[in-house]
């Protein structure tokens, strides 16, 4: 299940596991008083990072979300947040991330109206990661708040192709030392080999 991999990757980057537990007194049939706690915030995942400011809570289908079942979670949340003072920065911070596979081309209309919730932001922010894409990793690059980890290395061919466009255009005394390192290239021998036309140069 991809909510596993979610979940590593919150606890990667610094997200702990959290119940929101609030505890009040109360009479039980014989008149006693006894003290009842209760998880505010009733979500299957619940991550907050380690200032507290912000919370992911996920969920995740192995068919799309209804509009009715996301409505409930919002409306569970809204519950969560009047527990909030608005001194408290987590109340405008909040994150359902919910995954589930957007394959299904018989649900066009639906999966077309779960992903309209995107551009809801009343209450919290809706995300939806498609869990049938091959490369989760992409889903997973779309989240707020992480650095996106991008891939800069060339491939060895990638480099040759790069190495021989350069030759065609350079010359090969250019080229050699083109190919030296950052600190060795001799850039008065480069500008000897260039020839420089001048603009201003009469036809």
Known sequence: MKIEIVSQFLKDHDFLEKEY???????????????????ILPFSRVFVDKNEKEIYIIEEKSSYFTVE??????????AFIQFLSNKESIKFNINLLLLCPLNAIDKTE???KLLSFERSKYTCRKIILNTANLDFNQELAILPSFPISINSELSQEKVGELKDKIKEVVDETIYQELLK???????????NHLIIEDDFQSE
Request: aromatic share 2%.
């Open 21 to 39: 537990l609030r505890t009040w007194s109360s009479s039980n049939a014989q008149g006693e008083k006894e003290e009842v706690s209760r998880n």
């Open 69 to 78: 079942e996301i409505n409930e979670m919002e409306n569970g949340i809204l």
């Open 181 to 191: 390192e950052k600190d060795e290239i001799d850039l008065e021998k480069i500008l």
């Open 110 to 112: 639906e999966i077309t």
